[in-house]
């Protein structure tokens, strides 16, 4: 068939419908004989039957493997150079307490960006001193508590942070180890609000104003320096901009080193992933080599030792190995003109969640595939945009995609590459539930996080007259 006008131009009718693209969907995925998508050997019909949808589904294999894959490339690329690698994953991007205890088993550490994600490392039994603690705006309670349970590194992100840190490292009397995050002025190539180093946003501080900060922080002696921090932004495909960062970094690291000791390099995360299946993500491997071969070749260049290098990646490890189940409610064809005597039809496929539980199209005109997933079909693919059910025209899930013609009310469908900032940015707008979390492996299915009911809902509310704590799900009749 020939695609719809209205399809953007990387969108092709898919030639399989049924087709799971490996480098989109988590790596257990495949149809079952009876054409259901099944992850981690579980039919995602029974999960829907067991926990209601929209459902968040985790495979539990693909994450610890991916851990254990970016941990092992970053340390071999490091070996190659004569250096050390440390890969902290980014709690942000998805963080309990079950998936914080699969990074610290897979060898890595994690950074926390609150107080709140610090409380779920802790009560995790994560080792306080495998933690980094990032935020541009902490509290003072937030680095009294980080201080106290003796948390491995804090990110200095202002100069009015430095004398905070050492107060409380006066208090308790430790030593307390701080990275400088910097603004290298780095402009990566992503969506505006995923840009983290552009000169006008609130993370870091210049380069310009490094050397007075470093002073300031070793005149404490209750403060040791580990080195420069750096992250330039989000979903992030070609490397260029973390080489530039990485120069830019290591000029200014050479030049510190001639005050005192500069035993890290922290390069930050944000590599990208797939959507779509036109995306092209480089792997892992690539990306460690790249920045570990940049890093060298500048330190040759300078005449300075390679450094410790950190990494701190998120989406790259959860996010692959997250789907997100919905039930279809609703379909409609609408017609729009293309141009002049042209018109087309896309159609709406509305599901029983939305930027509730996945608020990135909304926030980042992220976009996403979408499969039918309780049964297969050999139906001609059409158009769809899926959309949610919250009261905003721009409650949008997947953008454009191809669904089968015959997709119709009570179908299941799946949302692949939502294990990353869809739980993390989930809301109860329109008074939604938010979903259970589930990890499959193996064909066994654990529930990790418990999906919200009404009386989750309202317990805040002082004043409410109170549903039955057992019910079962917020949109339940």
């Known amino acids: 068939m020939s695609a719809n006008p209205l399809s953007p131009s990387w969108l092709v009718p898919p030639v399989d419908g049924d087709a799971l693209p490996a480098h989109v969907w988590p790596s257990s995925a495949a149809r079952t004989a009876e054409g259901a998508i099944a992850i981690g050997g579980v039919p995602l019909p029974r999960l829907a039957a067991e926990f209601g949808t929209p459902l968040y589904v985790v495979d539990e294999q693909d994450a610890r493997d991916r851990a254990a894959r ?52 802790l009560a995790a039994g994560v080792d306080p001193g495998r933690l980094g603690l990032h935020g541009n705006n902490k509290s003072l309670a937030e680095i009294d508590r980080a201080v106290a349970v003796g948390v491995g590194a804090i990110v200095i992100d202002s100069l009015i942070e430095i004398e905070r840190v050492a107060a409380a490292a006066e208090r308790h009397g430790r030593v307390q180890p701080v ?28 380069i310009s104003d490094a050397p007075d900060a470093v002073a300031a922080i070793r005149a404490h002696s209750g403060l040791r320096f580990l080195g420069l921090h750096s992250h330039i932004g989000s979903q992030i495909f070609a490397v260029e901009g973390f080489l530039e960062a990485a120069r830019r970094l290591l000029t200014l690291h050479a030049a510190l080193g001639a005050g005192g000791e500069v035993p890290e390099l922290n390069l930050g995360g944000g590599f990208g992933i797939a959507y779509v299946e036109s995306d092209d993500a480089p792997a892992i491997e690539q990306v460690a080599d790249a ?39 609703t379909t409609k064809d609408v ?23 996945n608020a990135r199209p909304a926030l980042y005109s992220a976009d996403y595939s979408v499969a039918l997933a309780g049964r297969g079909s050999t139906a001609e693919p059409v158009l769809v945009r899926v959309a949610g059910k919250h009261c905003e025209s721009g409650d949008i ?81």
């Open 70 to 121: 970016t941990l092992a490339a970053f340390t071999t690329a490091a070996a190659a150079h004569g250096t050390t690698a440390a890969v902290y994953y980014a709690g942000k991007a998805f963080l309990c307490t079950e998936v914080a205890r699969w990074m610290i088993a897979a060898g890595l550490n994690i950074d926390v960006a609150s107080g709140g994600e610090l409380a779920v490392a």
């Open 179 to 206: 990275r400088l995050r910097i603004n290298s002025g780095v402009h990566a190539h992503t969506h505006e609000y995923l840009a983290t180093a552009r000169e006008d946003q609130k993370f870091g501080i210049p």
């Open 291 to 329: 920045l570990l071969a940049a890093v060298a070749s500048v330190c040759r260049e300078l005449g300075i030792p390679t450094p410790k290098v950190a990494v701190e990646p998120g989406r790259t490890i959860i996010g692959p190995a997250g789907v997100t189940l919905y039930e279809v409610g």
């Open 335 to 357: 017609v729009v003109t293309v141009d002049e005597g042209t018109t087309a039809v896309r159609r709406y496929v509305s599901v029983d969640g939305g930027m509730s539980d």
């Open 397 to 477: 899930v997947v953008r454009d995609a191809y669904l089968p013609v015959d997709t119709a009310p009570d179908d299941l469908v799946a949302v692949p590459a939502t294990g990353a900032y869809c739980f993390s940015l989930a809301s109860n707008y329109n008074y939604l539930a938010r979903p259970a979390v589930v990890a499959v492996r193996d064909g066994a299915v654990r529930l990790i996080v418990r999906g919200e009911t009404e009386h989750d809902l309202l317990r805040r509310d002082v004043l409410a007259q109170l549903p039955p704590a057992n019910q079962p799900r917020g949109d339940t009749p």
